[in-house]
């Protein structure tokens, strides 16, 4: 069962990326965030889910349409 989520990393940027409940999956866990290698420039960042209601809906637009790369499990 996977599902998208919206999360932005250390540097701002805003992605998506799949989630699976109960397991950790294609990231690195590292206290409230996760390593995720951020499509927009490429490098592994801290990222944490994004407050999605504050965002506008171009924005989510956007994140939505910008997918992490799967991590090999």
Request: net charge positive; aromatic share 4%.
């Amino acid at each position: 069962m996977e599902r998208q989520t919206v999360v932005r990393c250390v540097e701002g940027h805003l992605f998506s990326t799949k989630t699976w409940p109960l397991r950790s999956l294609g990231a690195a866990r590292l206290g409230p965030g996760r390593l995720i290698r951020c499509p927009q420039c490429g490098r592994l960042r801290s990222s944490v889910p994004a407050d999605v209601s504050a965002l506008t809906p171009p924005q989510l637009a956007r994140a939505l349409r910008l997918e992490a790369a799967a991590f090999p499990a």
